[in-house]
């Protein structure tokens, strides 16, 4: 590999794309393997036994992730969220996140299903870890069962939150989709749950991420019902969003207890302050979730490409980036093939 004597010899300005949005946040996807079969995400019938996941040589490793988040940052990236799959099941994550946490200006940060959090907590603070988004779609046993589809019970969700919130992991971040019929009656009492917990509860919308989870629009409870929901048993007031781009419309309740969230992408689309990219499992960047394809870039990085080489690929796709699916959805792209959401993370 080349590498160059001088990261600042790379391109120092952050492009912007079409329609003038920069870039500053990249997600990061360690692998599409994981121990849940949510089935919005990863369904049984799809995701089953003879399923082939990416062998262990198609994924980037550690060093190629720090070599490429370190180009990204020469563009204006100051946000890296870890995802997956389930990121904790890539082994010895906590080695990648010392490497990206040497960097201090870096914002890091890891969305997990909690399923290995209790275990791996301490680790992860350890290595610099700053914060953890966990995923948890119901209270309700039988339900959030029902969902995962592997019976894994809240209560191991619920111990992996409190050990991230005991390590310093926090404050955690919650977040629930909702699909109608099947946890939308669990919408309040996850609010009751963690209202004054000092974590924050984010409510999303059923998306059409993908092509296995069977989207429908009628299946999407739109933030506007929910910050009804809410408001009707526990009064919430809107709030101004932390930074430009941030997806999650802030709400906190009137009696001061703390905040909860919602993410709009089929109601309220945020497209036109979109600054995420993505980088998957196997070392593609996809510039949106709901993209068709993306752009190898593993194969620049094993060929022996230059940072500068591949910066400039990097800026190009951003510069060129259209990007805008939220606002034009319909039924007939609903259809489209896109890139699943275990590869990209969420």
């Not at 992996?160 to 009492?189: C, F, H, T, Y």
């Not at 993908?210 to 019902?225: A, H, L, P, Q």
């Amino acid at each position: 590999m080349v590498f160059p004597t001088d990261i600042s010899a790379m391109q120092a300005a952050t492009p912007a794309d079409t329609r003038g949005r920069q870039l500053r946040d990249l997600r990061i996807s360690v692998t599409d393997r994981c121990n849940f079969r949510c089935t919005y995400c990863m369904p049984k019938e799809i995701y089953g036994r003879d399923f082939q996941f990416l062998e262990r040589s198609q994924l980037l490793s550690f060093d190629e992730i720090h070599r490429l988040v370190t180009i990204f940052k020469s563009h204006g990236i100051e946000k890296v969220r870890i995802t997956g799959g389930e990121p904790l099941v890539r082994r010895q994550l906590e080695r990648l996140i010392a490497m990206l946490a040497s960097d201090p200006d870096l914002d890091l940060t890891l969305t997990t299903n909690a399923s290995l959090l209790r275990q791996k907590a301490q680790l992860l603070k350890d290595a610099g870890l700053r914060r953890v988004t966990v995923s948890l779609d119901s209270m309700n046993d039988e339900v959030f069962r029902a969902m995962n589809d592997v019976d894994f019970p809240v209560s191991k969700v619920l111990d992996g939150i409190e050990a991230a919130d005991k390590v310093g992991l926090n404050p955690v971040k919650i977040n629930m989709v909702v699909k109608r019929g099947v946890n939308d009656d669990s919408v309040v009492e996850m609010a009751r749950y963690f209202k004054g917990s000092g974590h924050i509860l984010r409510f999303i919308e059923f998306m059409d991420v993908g092509n296995t989870n069977g989207w429908k629009m009628e299946n999407v409870v739109s933030s506007r019902d929910l910050v009804e929901r809410i408001n009707t048993v526990f009064p919430i007031e809107p709030i101004k969003p932390n930074y430009v781009g941030e997806v999650a419309e802030r709400w906190r309740y009137v009696d001061g207890s703390g905040e909860v969230g919602f993410i709009s992408s089929v109601t309220q689309a945020f497209c036109r302050d979109c600054t995420r990219t993505r980088l998957s499992a196997e070392g593609s960047i996809y510039t949106c979730l709901f993209a068709t394809e993306g752009t190898d870039l593993r194969s620049l990085l094993r060929s022996g490409a230059s940072d500068e080489k591949i910066s400039d690929v990097i800026g190009n796709i951003w510069r060129a980036r259209t990007d805008n699916y939220s606002e034009t959805r319909t039924a007939e792209t609903a259809k489209l093939r896109k890139v699943e959401m275990s590869y990209i993370g969420g």
